[in-house]
């Protein structure tokens, strides 16, 4: 069974940062593509971010220059580096991990308010 675990979310006020791991666990080798989605209340789920194996990224135009996704060299954690958040980045963020099938954690509420 393959576990996704996310730490690091909060509350903080705007213009602050954050970072979000996410850790597997279980019968797993390394994942093809790991990132991070998110669900604000009352939206549908998000891309935010995600890492393929060969290190392409690819970053939801809202956060671009702001969000930054790394992986660590056995492919079965992920990050990501928020920076300059904004009231709009409110919401609950979920990893994502892909080997053929497809996991998620339970996610982490990130809350952006002053």
């Known amino acids: 069974q393959v576990q996704l675990v996310e730490s690091g979310g909060g509350l903080v006020q705007p213009g602050a940062s954050l970072r979000l791991s996410c850790v597997a666990s279980g019968r797993i080798i390394s994942f093809g593509t790991m990132g991070w989605y998110r669900q604000a209340p009352g939206k549908q789920r998000e891309l935010v971010a995600v890492i393929t194996g060969g290190g392409i990224t690819n970053y939801a135009d809202s956060v671009k220059g702001r969000f930054a996704i790394s992986r660590d060299r056995a492919f079965k954690s992920v990050s990501l580096e928020m920076n300059s958040l904004k009231p709009e980045d409110t919401a609950v963020y979920y990893c994502?991990?892909?080997?053929?099938?497809?996991?998620w954690g339970q996610g982490t509420q990130v809350t952006v308010t002053s």
């Open positions: 994502y991990a892909s080997e053929g099938a497809e996991y």
